[in-house]
Structures are given as structure tokens and as C-alpha cells.
């Protein structure tokens, strides 16, 4: 049974930081490109940030210079550490798992920026 799991979103001000976490199971980790996408109310899912196999990265436009995406093979995990959070950086992020033809979603964390 496939699970990926997110943990780490919550309440942060502006200006703050947040660290989410992927942890996967049931997958073949390392041979799965990894990407974070979020969903802000009443907004389409966006894409946010990815990581490949070989450990190449890239970020949307929004969020580059402020997010950074890492792994780690051996724990089955996948990080995206938050920098410089904005108010719209506000949605539920979720992580999924891709290596054609296999796509997995986990279930998201919420983040909200605020004040």
C-alpha cells in the first residue's frame, strides 16, 4: 500500500518560516521524482516545486529564492523548507510522487500565513 504523508504545516506570520515533510511508503523512493504542489481556497492546484531523481531541482516563479526542496533516499522522505512566507503563500500543500506511469498524492498540510 502506497501512503505519502505530510506533517509540518500550520500557523506562521509573515515574514516566517515552516519546514513540511513527505513520508513515503510502499514506493521505490529513489527512483521517484518528487514535487510539491499546493491548492489555495477556491484556486486551482499549482505547481510549486520538484525534485528528480539525479537530485535536479525547480521552482515556480512564486516561490523561488524562498523555498528550497531536499530528499533523502534513505529515510523515504521529502522536505520543502518555507522562507519568507507570504500571506499567499497561503493553501494546502500537497506531495506527490511520480515515475511514469505511476503518480501518488498524498493527503496535504495546511498553511496558513497570517497575522
Known amino acids: 500500500q502506497v501512503q505519502l504523508v505530510e506533517s509540518g504545516g500550520g500557523l506562521v506570520q509573515p515574514g516566517g518560516s515552516l519546514r513540511l515533510s513527505c513520508a513515503t511508503s510502499?514506493?521505490?523512493?529513489?527512483?521517484?521524482?518528487m514535487n510539491w504542489y499546493r491548492q489555495a481556497a477556491g484556486k486551482q492546484r499549482e505547481f510549486v516545486a520538484t525534485?528528480?531523481?539525479?537530485?535536479?531541482?525547480n521552482y515556480a516563479n512564486s516561490v523561488k529564492g524562498r523555498f528550497t526542496i531536499s530528499r533523502d533516499n534513505a529515510k523515504n522522505t521529502v522536505w520543502l523548507q518555507m522562507n519568507s512566507l507570504k500571506p499567499e503563500d497561503t493553501a494546502v500543500y500537497y506531495c506527490?510522487?511520480?515515475?511514469?506511469?505511476?503518480?501518488?498524492w498524498g493527503q496535504g498540510t495546511q498553511v496558513t500565513v497570517s497575522s
Open positions: 506527490k510522487a511520480t515515475s511514469f506511469p505511476n503518480v501518488y
Open positions: 510502499g514506493i521505490t523512493f529513489s527512483m521517484y521524482a
Open positions: 525534485i528528480t531523481t539525479g537530485r535536479s531541482t
